[in-house]
């Protein structure tokens, strides 16, 4: 099964726990780089996958909503 890899910047949310001064600066969302394999790409989100067996079982997905992807790129990988 033949996938396209590609690289994606993406933007994550950032969570906080605990007390902290008011004072202190909020911090910004977090900048996320992930390189996978597309396995689906929609309005609404691009789906990734980590690992791709010979019969076409996908290891580890991940889902990143089209509001929160900053940038893709195709990666040219030659097995």
Do not use: Q
Not at 29 to 35: E, G, H, L, R
Not at 50 to 67: C, H, M, Q, R, S
Request: net charge negative; proline share 6%.
């Amino acid at each position: 099964m033949k996938m396209a890899t590609v690289l994606v910047v993406w933007r994550d949310s950032l969570a906080r726990t605990g007390w902290h001064d008011s004072h202190e600066p909020i911090p910004e969302p977090s900048k996320c780089t992930t390189i996978g394999f597309l396995i689906e790409d929609t309005e609404d989100h691009l789906a990734l996958s980590f690992g791709l067996a010979a019969n076409g079982d996908l290891y580890n997905i991940l889902v990143i909503p089209k509001e929160a992807v900053v940038a893709t790129k195709p990666i040219d990988v030659r097995v």
